[in-house]
């Protein structure tokens, strides 16, 4: 069971396209992203035409994001004292590589509450977490021999097929019911079936002898509250509990900036986080963990690790990208961006895709990332539907903003903007442009539109005529009106 | 309903309309001036800037944004642009180009207060009831209306459009199937991702085939370049106007 | 102190005292507590009952008297003859688990150990029990769910590993919301209390997924079934 890193994708402009050209050529997909859209985008509407005050229910999102990030410092060390406080350990990654030793020693660390005799690998069960994914923690553990299994049914099904996960709330949305059946046939010897329930029953009994013999549980979090120490996890399948209650150590795996301040501020955010999500008024389980087992207590976890992560975040705060570290991953953007929609979560290449995601990925990661941020017509969707009122197109801009900066585009594409500033300067040079323009769209058209353009403007017109330039543009025509005027006056 | 009182406008025609639809161009002046509303064309005006902001080239669409605020600023008359992704540069674009240059951030901040997208400006700012501004179009015919991304999300204009459309006598308004979602154009996008764009369209062409409209109409040139582009190379018979064009009386 | 800790909190204020990009907070904030805090007891009672069920769990209103025999019978009905429970003291029904006991039933909920074999050996026993009978802290109108805390005589599991989970309340345990009962539960829903036990579940219906093809399947991980009894 190993899952490809997802940066080994080359994130070149042509490495992108290419993926892209994948994408739009995969029926499957367009169908799943078609009807994730669909459904996900209407019932998010609805979610939050039935919530009382939505509005400033999200203003008030924001706010507490905001007051989070402006003192994320002070909240930081008071999250830390009261997870101590609750019984819990703290430990702090400045990047992936120390994350990933971190949990790995805490792994091997946990074979001395092994029952005696076992000589099975080490076994860590684990749900859904999306610094897992990028810090690549699957890859770590395994090369030193520890088996690792998603719990999540989406997740379960992408690993068990070698990928990352296409989204961040529903891995596997670019899989039809025929892919996993396939797949559990392959794996499990399952006779092939299109009932989901039967197949979701299959992964509950797998899954089930995964959750009861594990060493360790490792689980994201969604929101720590630094006024409790607590860490609140937002599931619907139990998979989320499980792995936090049953195996006798939890490792809980979380961004550095999800916090927010006091138990009253989580209760506003989960408001906002299934509506937006799932379009649910709340999950089947919300999970508020505050320490491992107590002694008086008969069940749950021996030993509770928080791993708080930077890896990026730090740097991000001080950036013009810091607004992006209010997100709380609901995935809402991606469900109604028009870009996700035609080409999935695994066409980014980042374990962060869609509008969020390639302002994140750029933030996190760096100028590899930027050209993400060119797959986007700026239409604004993911501003209007992100619950804490991301103003994401503009983070776009800064990121393409950067990526000129780095020298990144294309020089065809330099040359070209520097011509058209040139050009655009200036009113005289505008106007021979213009009819520079005219004259060879002129000869290059047949009546009024041009069929076929050079390279590489002919990314326009393999699909589009393009007009010809007027032969009298409207400043002429303004002119000769004018001198019209001014003689009938 | 109360008649504006005369009022004295700079047109912002934009490059695209400029250059490659001057018939628009004509058609938004015969509509502000049957409003009422006396038009100018500052002729130093160029381009706001927006491929090179949108394109990540900062410095050089700051360059831009500067002569546009020299050219505007010559005069306190309002500005009014028949495009909603130009209006919205100069609205919300300005100040984010000009977010640490606190001085050019002030004038553009004052230059967006009185900058208006056309239907914006006949309908939010000048309060005219639609039947004045298009009653008198000569227009007939069956039509769905495209709404800009920038109009509509970025400026929030959702009603004004469609209600000046549905005053003129001649339209038939046909609803427009997932007539939010983005029609694809995005400016540099559409060449530097041309199939992703083109697949974006293919949506936008089907919505637009099941309008059963003749003429698709738009607030954004852009968009419509876009998408008369693909409604020819399809062979289809529906041609794109601009809102002005429709609203607009006989020359 | 580890190293890292230091260099990331000095990374953060350094980022802070530079950063100017974040913008300020709105002032006006909405009022937490939604509009059904008002509603009387009987109404919130409903409303619980009419959000549980939309989600496929059930609802029952039985009196106390009733309760035990109730439970047995329908642990009879399944063939089921041993639960995972919470202890008595834990139970809103005096007497239910001697009801229970009287008619044959297992009752297992006593302590893990916390070393090994001895707690994998009692793990694997409770994870093939069905059924779990558990008490609440509170329950939430708004939304239909229960919250159950982790304690003394309070297994986590008996809500988690087994097919059918029983809750029972009491009228005294009905808010309007998670956010009614943070502002009106007193010591009960304050950070302390929350702080003080491993954990706070907050249960809505019963375990669910749309991860394939974004179709609903009940019953993933979690109960296939919850039953919620308000005991008169």
């Known amino acids: 069971m190993t899952t490809d890193p997802p940066r080994t994708a080359g994130q070149s402009h042509g490495a992108f396209k290419a993926r892209i050209a994948t994408a739009l050529r995969n029926p499957i997909l367009q169908v799943a992203l078609d009807r994730n859209h669909e459904r996900r985008v209407a019932g998010r509407d609805l979610a939050f035409a039935a919530l009382p005050a939505a509005e400033a229910t999200r203003d008030r999102g924001r706010a507490i994001r905001l007051e989070t990030l402006s003192h994320l410092d002070c909240y930081l060390e008071r999250f830390a004292a009261s997870v101590e406080r609750n019984g819990g350990r703290v430990h702090w990654a400045a990047d992936a590589a120390e994350a990933q030793q971190i949990i790995l020693d805490l792994v091997q660390a946990a074979a001395g509450r092994r029952p005696p005799g076992r000589t099975t690998p080490l076994l860590v069960a684990k749900s859904k977490s999306m610094m897992s994914e990028e810090i690549e923690l699957n890859h770590a553990l395994e090369a030193e021999g520890i088996r690792v299994v998603e719990t999540d049914l989406g997740e379960f099904i992408v690993q068990l097929r070698g990928e990352p996960p296409a989204h961040l709330i529903t891995p596997a949305v670019h899989l039809r019911r025929e892919e996993v059946s396939a797949l559990f046939a392959e794996r499990f010897g399952m006779a092939p079936t299109l009932d989901v329930a039967h197949m979701t029953a299959l992964a509950r009994a797998e899954l089930r002898r995964v959750f009861f013999s594990a060493d360790v549980g490792i689980s994201g979090v969604n929101f720590g509250v630094a006024e409790t120490g607590t860490l609140a996890l937002i599931t619907n399948e139990g998979n989320g509990r499980l792995c936090t209650t049953v195996p006798p150590v939890h490792i809980a795996l979380m961004g550095l900036e999800r916090l927010v301040p006091t138990l009253a501020d989580l209760e506003v955010m989960l408001r906002l986080l299934p509506r937006s999500a799932t379009a649910q008024k709340i999950t089947s389980y919300v999970s508020l963990l505050s320490g491992p087992r107590r002694a008086f207590e008969p069940d749950g976890p021996e030993e509770l690790h928080v791993v708080l992560v930077d890896n990026g975040r730090a740097r991000m705060l001080g950036g013009a990208l810091a607004e992006a570290l209010l997100c709380i991953r609901c995935g809402a953007c991606l469900n109604v961006c028009p870009v996700f929609t035609e080409i999935g979560g695994h066409a980014y290449g980042s374990p962060y895709g869609g509008p969020i995601g390639s302002v994140v990925s750029a933030g996190l990661f760096g100028s590899d990332f930027s050209e993400l941020a060119n797959a986007s017509t700026l239409c604004g969707a993911c501003r209007d539907i992100c619950p804490v009122r991301i103003d994401i197109p503009t983070m776009l801009l800064v990121v393409r903003g950067q990526h000129v900066a780095a020298g990144l585009p294309p020089a065809w594409l330099r040359l070209g903007l520097r011509a058209w500033e040139w050009v655009m300067a200036q009113p005289g040079r505008y106007r021979l442009a213009q009819r520079a323009a005219a004259l060879a769209t002129g000869l290059l058209g047949r009546g009024n539109w041009v069929r076929r353009l050079p390279p590489p403007l002919n990314a326009w017109t393999d699909r589009r005529d393009f007009p010809a330039f007027a032969a009298r543009p409207f400043r002429d025509r303004w002119k000769i009106r004018a001198a019209g005027k001014a003689k009938s006056d | ?251 | 102190m580890p190293p890292s800790r230091n260099f990331i909190l000095g990374k953060i204020r350094q980022a802070l005292k530079t950063g100017s990009h974040l913008a300020p907070s709105p002032a006006v904030l909405p009022d937490a507590v939604s509009g059904l805090a008002q509603a009387d007891a009987a109404s919130q009672v409903s409303r619980f009952a009419t959000e549980l069920q939309t989600l496929g769990g059930s609802f029952q209103t039985l009196p106390q008297a009733q309760a035990g025999s109730w439970l047995a019978q329908c642990l009879q009905q399944r063939g089921v003859n041993e639960v995972l429970a919470w202890e008595q003291p834990a139970l809103p029904v005096p007497g239910l688990l001697d009801a229970l006991r009287e008619r044959g039933v297992k009752v297992v909920g006593e302590a893990l150990p916390a070393a090994e074999p001895g707690r994998s050996a009692m793990l694997a026993h409770w994870e093939t029990i069905k059924v779990g009978i558990t008490g609440v802290d509170a329950v939430f109108a708004e939304t239909g769910s229960l919250a159950l805390r982790a304690g003394p005589g309070r297994p986590r599991l008996a809500s988690l590993s087994v097919e059918t989970h029983v809750a029972f309340f009491t009228a005294d345990h009905v808010y309007a919301s998670w956010a009614a009962w943070l502002a009106r539960g007193g010591a009960a829903a304050s950070g302390e209390a929350l702080a003080a036990a491993s954990n706070l579940t907050l249960i809505t219906g019963p375990s669910r997924t749309a991860d394939i093809e974004m179709t609903l399947t009940v019953g993933v991980h979690g109960p296939r079934e919850v039953v919620a009894v308000l005991v008169t």
């Open chain 2, 1 to 251: 309903m109360p008649t504006a009182s005369p009022k004295r406008v700079q047109l912002f025609v934009t490059c695209i309309i400029d250059a490659l639809f001057p018939d628009v161009g004509e058609a938004a002046v015969r509509l502000l001036e049957h409003a009422g509303v006396e038009v100018d064309f500052p002729e130093a005006q160029t381009c706001c800037g927006q491929p090179g902001y949108n394109g990540g080239f900062r410095k050089e669409a700051r360059r831009l944004a500067l002569h546009f605020l020299d050219v505007f600023e010559r005069s306190a008359d309002p500005i009014v642009t028949p495009s909603g992704s130009c209006a919205a540069m100069i609205v919300h674009g300005y100040l984010d180009l000009f977010r640490d240059d606190p001085p050019n951030r002030a004038r553009a901040k004052a230059l967006a207060a009185r900058t208006f997208e056309l239907s914006q400006f006949l309908l939010d700012e000048l309060r005219l009831a639609p039947d004045q501004v298009a009653g008198a179009s000569p227009f007939r015919g069956r039509v769905a209306y495209h709404p800009s991304c920038h109009l509509l999300r970025g400026l929030g204009v959702r009603q004004a459009p469609e209600r000046l459309l549905a005053a003129v006598p001649g339209v038939e308004l046909r609803p427009l199937p997932q007539a939010a979602e983005c029609c694809g154009f995005g400016g540099l996008f559409a060449v530097k991702y041309g199939d992703l764009s083109a697949a974006m369209l293919d949506n936008k062409l089907a919505g637009v085939r099941a309008s059963d409209a003749e003429t698709l109409v738009s607030a954004d040139m852009s968009c419509l370049l876009h998408l008369q582009g693909g409604l020819r190379r399809d062979g289809s018979t529906v041609r794109c106007l601009h809102l002005a064009q429709v609203l607009a009386p006989a020359e």
